[in-house]
């Protein structure tokens, strides 16, 4: 843009090129070319300050082909560009310098020292701040770093002035114009360019500073001054002289201000660390004063625990010690019983009377052939009985198991015929488990409530089993847990297996694999199905959440999240690895007994055709017909209620089931059977 003056007919021009200040590290200045190019990509003039070296001050050819380096950059980014230097030893000064040889309004730079770039930086090249503050106030300046622009200068061109001499306006002269052009001063700044490139710069033209200008005292910038006599230059000498000394002085002061500033600055930043660092070792203290506090009471606590430990341990071991004792006292107990009265509650029957009971082995009462023999139901003295046909090499092991294991869920043995190797056992007329799930009789089905409480008693049986006694069932399955008129379930051809450890490899039978039984069973009582793959069906039925597809219509409407709880439990009876089965005491037994409670309020409401309140036959007194309180048994094996047999005997001497004579009138205890009609009356009240 040129504009000229009415009273001096002088012309304002404005030089609108974009210029790029570039350094001797042509990959380190690249960025910021690459951001002028994309930023402006117009006519480029590249501009650089050429550090003469102490032993060869023209090495010039290598600066050119720098520079020549950079235009090749723009030509192949289809921007016309040319080069500018001058030679000086400090880049800031020469950098300014050329802003104001050129009468630069746009320039692009590096802005930093270390080139690395982080959000939010400032300048923090030295250069970058002297161009910043001494720049002349109309030139613009983007400030960039690795290609990120972080600070832009801004210009006003109010403070721009440029008169172009006479002799390059058309149709006047230098001598016209009353101006003329002064060169650079000799040793301070060495500028070249051909004289198009002079013309092309608008490099005879001049700033007209107005008071509180910016600049470089000293500048060998091109002016344009009016003429003087010899007088008056050497008066104009002097002036500019002292206008350099006090811009010197006002630069100095300016830096000592500046300097102090910063000194003042690190004093503030001095007292904020040390009073960060007083609060961090205040809070440091105080967390070291707690940290001790709790570690004291941690200690004390350890103490505490310690004793604590130790008294249990102590406590532990007198329980231990008493429930040894009690065991050795009970054990005496039985032991000296049965030497003193022999096998009070086993009596001894012959073969005939075996063969009058089951009519000579009818095939027709023949309940169950299994391979340690054959089970017959039978009659004998008026009383239904299951007599075991048993091989002689079992024959002795099960009566001895059966005879000291009497609990209300285990099948009562009532005698023995040593002649024919027989155990009778009471009889169950409800059948085995696998009968009442396999019948086709809707009648027979067991309702969700009674299932409950076989796997309950079946629980407590086992139990009972290997913590009293060591015994292992070895056999467990539906056909072996019997049901008696109340449906309460009691196991049958049990310790037929002695307790060895647990191997997955050899299969050999434990009180592991009595549990893996035992959620077969559960699984059994659930579906109602087939022991075939129960276990992955429950898993697959219970990933899906389909659980009520698999649960045995049957039994009636299961609460499903007793049915869930139940289903769960199987499967971790029926875990692969045995040492991740559940203990049946302290386990298995609690949810059960809790189901149990559940089933009985259930009940308390419900009653269905399976489930009589009617008493066990041998719970029945034969001479009073009424539940025994007092059960002893009488020398004919025959069990009486207490208080009925010794009216009997006052005035008899015979069997009042047999009217045999008595070989004596003593009566003992039937303790065990004392104890199953408590249960029974507890559990229908």
Not at 572 to 591: E, G, K, M, Q, Y
Request: a negative charge.
């Amino acid at each position: 843009m040129m504009e000229v003056s009415d009273g001096q007919s002088t012309a304002r021009v404005v030089n609108d090129r974009v210029y790029v200040a570039v350094g001797r590290d042509v990959q380190e200045s690249k960025s910021t070319l690459d951001w002028a190019l994309v930023n402006f990509g117009d006519h480029f003039r590249i501009i650089h300050v050429h550090q003469p070296h102490q032993l060869n001050p023209s090495p010039r050819q290598g600066m050119e082909s720098i520079l020549d380096e950079y235009i090749h950059i723009c030509s192949q980014a289809e921007v016309p560009a040319k080069k500018r230097y001058v030679e000086m030893q400090d880049i800031g000064k020469g950098i300014v310098e050329l802003i104001e040889q050129h009468a630069i309004t746009k320039l692009v730079m590096g802005a930093a020292a270390d080139r690395r770039y982080f959000e939010g930086m400032g300048l923090t090249s030295m250069k970058a701040k002297f161009v910043n503050q001494h720049a002349h106030p109309s030139c613009r300046v983007w400030f960039v770093c690795n290609g990120h622009l972080i600070y832009k200068r801004e210009g006003d061109l109010n403070t721009f002035d440029m008169d172009i001499t006479p002799s390059i306006l058309p149709g006047s002269s230098a001598v016209d114009s009353g101006l003329q052009t002064r060169s650079p001063s000799a040793g301070s700044v060495h500028s070249r360019s051909n004289s198009s490139e002079v013309e092309d710069d608008l490099s005879l033209v001049q700033y007209e500073r107005g008071e509180g200008s910016n600049h470089i005292a000293g500048s060998n910038s091109v002016r344009a001054y009016e003429g003087y006599s010899q007088n008056q230059s050497y008066t104009g000498m002097e002036g500019s002289y002292s206008e350099d000394l006090y811009e010197q002085l006002d630069q100095a002061m300016k830096e000592a201000a500046h300097a102090k500033q910063e000194a003042l600055d690190e004093l503030i930043r001095r007292q904020k660390a040390e009073k960060t660092a007083n609060e961090a070792t205040r809070k440091l203290i105080a967390l070291e004063n707690v940290y001790n506090d709790e570690l004291r009471w941690r200690i004390d606590l350890e103490g505490l625990l310690a004793q604590e430990k130790e008294a249990f341990e102590v406590l532990k071991k007198q329980h231990e010690e008493l429930q040894m004792l009690n065991e050795e006292l009970l054990a005496n107990q039985t032991s000296e019983a049965s030497s003193a009265h022999g096998q009070e509650l086993i009596s001894e029957f012959s073969f005939s009377e075996l063969q009058e009971a089951t009519e000579s082995f009818d095939p027709s009462l023949m309940i169950e052939e299994g391979e340690y023999g054959s089970t017959y139901k039978g009659s004998l003295h008026h009383t239904q009985v299951a007599i075991k046909m048993l091989h002689l090499s079992n024959y002795h092991h099960e009566v001895q198991v059966a005879t000291k294991s009497r609990h209300p869920n285990l099948v009562s043995l009532i005698g023995v015929c040593p002649d024919a190797s027989a155990a009778i056992y009471e009889y169950l007329p409800n059948g085995s488990l696998e009968d009442q799930l396999s019948a086709r009789d809707s009648s027979n089905h067991l309702s969700w409530q009674t299932r409950i409480h076989i796997c309950a008693d079946t629980c407590a049986a086992l139990i009972f089993l290997h913590s009293c006694y060591g015994i292992l069932h070895g056999n467990l399955k539906p056909g072996n847990i019997h049901l008696d008129s109340n449906f309460v379930a009691k196991l049958t051809n049990f310790g037929l297996h002695s307790a060895l450890s647990y191997s997955t490899t050899t299969g050999e039978v434990s009180f592991a694999s009595d549990v893996y039984s035992f959620g077969n069973v559960l699984l059994r009582l659930l579906t109602g199905r087939s022991a075939l793959n129960l276990d992955e069906m429950m898993q697959n039925a219970l990933d899906l959440g389909n659980l009520n597809a698999v649960l045995d219509p049957a039994a009636g409407h299961w609460p499903f999240e007793l049915a869930k709880e139940l289903a769960h439990l199987a499967l971790r009876c029926c875990d692969i690895n045995s040492n991740n089965r559940p203990c049946l005491r302290s386990h298995v037994r609690p949810v059960l007994e809790s189901m149990r409670t559940h089933c009985e309020a259930s009940l308390s409401s419900q009653s269905g055709p399976e489930e009589p309140v009617q008493p066990p036959q041998h719970f029945i007194c034969p001479i009073s017909h009424e539940i025994m309180q007092d059960p002893h048994v009488a020398a004919d094996g025959f069990t009486y209620e207490g208080e009925a047999i010794r009216i009997w005997l006052s005035g008899h001497d015979s069997s009042p089931m047999t009217n045999l004579q008595l070989s004596n009138c003593e009566l003992f205890p039937n303790q065990t059977l004392r104890s199953m009609i408590q249960e029974w009356q507890q559990r229908n009240q």
